[in-house]
């Protein structure tokens, strides 16, 4: 994904930041099952999605880093096997549009990606299904020049939700879980086009807040957006109350409530806001 969704280190125990640490490394070796490569484009994003699913807390988190070679999955588990599948899934379709739209260097690892994403394809069928069309509804509003950002982030959290409903169904509160992941989906896509509204109006790249200024983004539509983005981490983090304890619920609420507040903030400083 983007890369805006962390944790506010600060404020996390030590316990807490080396088990959000661990289920990171998990997720990392369970793609190494796939493609070694794509371990290289695996952000914290996916961490946050994975651990909504309340993956299984260890007795001890002792992560460490280590290179590829020593760092191989020794048991496949459903949950990681699951969320390094939709990694992959995106990644290969990151890098597929980027080349589309002129990135021709991309075209080396998407092609290493690309046998990892075909056996994406058969075991989680659903997956590839709901990305392929979620990415390329997205793409069709992109060419069309849609300036509705909020229909926008609509399009791309739906993708993430739908990509993701086969495995929180099994929840018995899987509904409220997957409203979560469609909120912050939701403001991971408006944190991105804010962020990149003078490199996207300097590259001519498509960015609805530009379309919708006729030119460069200027505070009252960077304004809107931004107030959106509130909107949708206030609701996420409400609905987190409804979630039962577990070990991963403290930072899945640090990371929405000072986590990506705290990105969105270094975001706002570049227009002074």
């Keep these: 994904m983007f890369g805006y969704i962390q944790v506010f280190k600060d404020e996390l125990k030590f316990r807490e930041y080396s088990l959000y640490r661990y289920h990171y490394c998990e997720l990392c070796r369970h793609m190494g099952r796939y493609s070694n490569v794509s371990r290289i484009f695996l952000s914290y994003d996916i961490t946050f999605f994975l651990m909504l699913g309340d993956p299984v807390s260890p007795s001890k988190c002792d992560c460490q880093k280590c290179l590829f ?27 597929n549009n980027d080349v589309i739209d002129g990135e021709f260097l991309k075209s080396v690892p998407r092609f290493m990606v ?61 509904e409220i879980r997957l409203k979560i992941i469609e909120s912050v989906a939701c403001s991971v896509y408006l944190l991105d086009i804010v962020d990149d509204v003078d490199k996207d109006y300097k590259e001519k790249n498509y960015n609805p807040l530009n379309i919708l200024a006729n030119g460069k983004a200027g505070i009252t539509e960077i ?51």
């Design 114 to 174: 690309k046998f990892a994403y075909k056996a994406v394809k058969k075991r989680y069928p659903n997956i590839a299904l709901f990305i392929e069309r979620g990415l390329q509804e997205l793409v069709s509003n992109e060419k069309s020049q849609n300036s509705d950002f909020s229909s926008m982030a609509a399009l791309f959290s739906k993708t993430i939700s739908d990509a993701c409903a086969t495995f929180f169904s099994l929840f018995s509160d899987g």
């Design 223 to 273: 304004s809107d957006c931004i107030s959106k983005i509130n909107e949708k981490l206030t609701q996420a983090t409400s609905l987190t109350m409804l979630l039962p304890y577990s070990d991963c619920l403290p930072i899945i609420q640090n990371i929405l409530s000072l986590g990506i507040p705290d990105k969105l903030g270094s975001i706002k400083s570049k227009y002074s806001l």
């Design 69 to 95: 070679t020593n760092c191989q999955v020794k048991k496949t588990d459903g949950i990681y096997d699951y969320f390094a599948a939709l990694s992959i899934a995106l990644i290969y379709h990151k890098l």
